[in-house]
């Protein structure tokens, strides 16, 4: 084992090849439906939303997709990330436990979330796109794809969900810098918005529901698509440049994981560590656990139902086949925006069905100990969304400590949290609150499910 703190790779390591993990699967995940027909949607379907390139991705059977030099060229600009070793949060946790950490907070947004803007962008620009629309919850996602956008000459029209909006005005004006349009949601510009408007002029908004104004404008132009930034099968795979450097910076810190953590908001950052490890599971080479960490408050895995449901509130996309809360659930308002989706991706729902990963799901008290913690002996002060896999992280290293084990534990710490300051006041002023959540509310979102 290495003495280092530090793992850096050279420009050249960037990977080559984003990697599916699909064809390795001992069954294929269930396909989207067409929200009309109950037909699994083609591309046809799909060519309203997203270009050519990414449908393809989409369904894709190759193992590896090369990744363009153009976009390999715009990764350049903050990859290959670090791989930490977390010793000073090890000596203070006291555990033989060596903890590892890949640090994707040093991209232009703070976030994981440019592995996967940068090439929807591309490829939109290359088929001759002008203007991408997305939504966003904390603003992560939208100010990746703002950023991305900027790279290749392309509009960016956003929705965010109001609630960030108010809260969050700093992430708004990231977007705004980068040259996007931003619109609180639910905002009076589309059909979808205008009706929960009417109903409720006060509405917080949520994901879904700005999902449904984003798509409604991507789909009403043709030189407009949409964007995504998580839950679907292209957006995974784009994110495993984090898994495949981290095979090879735990390999020359000379390590073998026994546990890959997580937090799962629709998946993308925890498929994008975990899938090059799990590639090499399946091969027989190593076998860490995987376990993904969700908030209790919107417990998709734990607590919601796999089944066909619509990825937005007001029942615009395809069917998916996942893990939901329902898609009329709106989570209470916790501080990790970016873990409050109703569903989970669809790839990531059969895997767990396969029993391939398990999940738990934590309070958001526990999750920003662990985060003041982090930042207390490791220097970085983590996004909210990623306290989620520190503590878990924690509370293992805490088991290493009474058993002795010496667990090689690997995490994803997906983004800093220096536009989340105020949720970290109120940690540290005992104002935050958990949230109970009630069986019955999971119920009565759960009977609005399509029933396919
Ligand atoms: C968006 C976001 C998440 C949740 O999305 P996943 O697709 O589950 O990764 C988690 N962490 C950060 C920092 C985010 O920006």
């Not at 990330?81 to 991209?107: D, F, H, M, Q, V």
């Not at 969050?168 to 009076?188: E, F, I, N």
């Not at 390999?251 to 925890?270: H, R, V, Y």
Request: charged share 20%; glycine share 10%; with cysteine.
């Amino acid at each position: 084992m290495s003495e280092a703190t530090r793992v850096l790779l050279d420009e050249s390591r960037i990977p080559r090849a984003w990697y599916n993990i699909v064809p390795d699967l001992p069954a294929p995940p269930p396909p989207p439906l067409h929200p009309g027909t109950r037909e699994p949607v083609g591309p046809e379907d799909l060519a309203p939303l997203f270009p050519m390139d990414l449908i393809a991705q989409e369904v894709s059977a190759e193992r590896f997709v090369a990744i363009p030099d153009a976009v390999r060229d715009v990764y350049r600009l903050w990859r290959p990330t670090p791989l930490i070793r977390a010793r000073r949060l090890e000596r203070a946790l006291g555990t033989p436990a060596r903890i590892y950490y890949k640090y994707e907070g040093g991209s232009p947004a703070g976030s994981h979330k440019p592995n996967t803007a940068v090439p929807q962008a591309y490829y939109n620009a290359q088929q001759g796109i002008r203007r991408l629309t997305t939504e966003t919850g904390a603003g992560q996602w939208g100010s990746s794809l703002a950023f991305a956008c900027a790279q290749f000459g392309l509009e960016c029209e956003i929705w965010m969900v109001r609630a960030s909006y108010d809260q969050k005005p700093h992430r708004r004006s990231l977007m705004q810098v980068y040259g996007a349009t931003v619109h609180a949601s639910p905002s009076p510009v589309t059909k979808a918005g205008s009706a929960i408007l009417a109903e409720n002029p006060d509405s917080p908004g949520s994901l879904g529901i700005a999902i449904s104004e984003a798509v409604e404008v991507a789909g009403g132009a043709d030189d407009t698509r949409y964007a995504l930034g998580s839950v679907l099968n292209h957006v995974l795979m784009h994110q495993t440049v984090i898994g495949e450097e981290a095979l090879e910076q735990l390999a020359a810190f000379g390590e073998t994981p026994d546990l890959i953590i997580g937090c799962t908001g629709g998946g993308s950052n925890f498929a994008g560590l975990t899938f090059p490890f799990i590639r090499e599971k399946l091969a027989g080479r190593i076998s860490p656990e995987i376990r993904a960490v969700e908030p209790a408050a919107c417990p998709s895995f734990t607590r919601g139902r796999y089944a066909y449901d619509f990825g937005d509130t007001a029942g615009f996309t395809p069917l998916l086949k996942m893990h939901t809360l329902g898609h009329g659930f709106v989570p209470d308002p916790i501080h990790a925006g970016g873990l409050r989706y109703h569903g989970m991706s669809p790839l990531l729902s059969h895997m767990y069905e396969l029993g391939m990963f398990q999940a738990v799901a934590k309070g958001q008290r526990e999750c920003f100990e662990a985060g003041v913690r982090f930042a207390r002996t490791e220097g970085i002060v983590p996004a909210p969304e990623p306290t989620h896999a520190l503590a878990e992280a924690i509370s293992e290293a805490l088991r290493c400590k009474e058993t002795g084990e010496e667990k090689v534990i690997l995490t994803a710490l997906c983004g800093h949290g220096h536009f989340d300051l105020n949720a970290y006041d109120r940690y540290l002023s005992g104002a935050m609150e958990d949230f109970e959540l009630p069986q019955d509310r999971i119920e009565e979102a759960l009977a609005t499910l399509p029933g396919v």
